[in-house]
């Protein structure tokens, strides 16, 4: 017997930082958008209980930008320094990775307050 999908639908904080991450206008951003609108998602297979999701777009539409993360946010809790990065691979949008730079991974979503964001497409 098959395992039931874990793919569902973005969750409201997930869309929060997806729009924050998006505010601003790049290349390729409206093709990002357009792919996730049309998405579910599911959460990473790593252990590490991060809060990284993977992709799956029914969006027929290509990301034109060049980079592989056109766009990342940057935050600290406390003293600790964290990472979201949008992921795109082959013109789609793959995976919102959420890296910890110390020994503690961030359980709970940031503050969209709180978040730097660095536009990285032209
Ligand atoms: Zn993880």
């Known amino acids: 017997m098959r395992a039931p999908s874990a793919f569902r639908k973005l969750n409201t904080k997930e869309r929060?930082?997806?729009?924050?991450?998006?505010?601003?206008?790049?290349?390729?951003?409206?093709?990002?958008?357009?792919?996730?609108?049309?998405?579910?998602?599911e959460r990473a297979k790593c252990e590490c209980g991060c809060k990284t999701i993977?992709?799956?777009?029914?969006?027929?539409?290509?990301?034109?930008?060049?980079?592989?993360?056109?766009?990342?946010?940057?935050?600290?809790?406390?003293?600790?320094?964290?990472?979201?990065?949008?992921?795109?691979?082959?013109?789609?949008?793959?995976?919102?990775?959420?890296v910890s730079y110390s020994d503690q991974v961030d359980l709970e979503y940031p503050k969209v307050g709180a978040l730097k964001i660095t536009v990285n497409e032209k």
């Open 16 to 41: 929060e930082i997806i729009d924050a991450l998006l505010a601003k206008t790049f290349r390729g951003r409206d093709e990002i958008r357009e792919q996730i609108n049309n998405s579910l998602v």
């Open 54 to 98: 993977n992709f799956s777009t029914k969006s027929i539409v290509r990301v034109r930008s060049k980079k592989r993360i056109p766009v990342e946010a940057f935050y600290f809790k406390g003293d600790r320094p964290y990472q979201i990065l949008l992921h795109i691979v082959d013109g789609k949008v793959s995976y919102l990775e959420f």
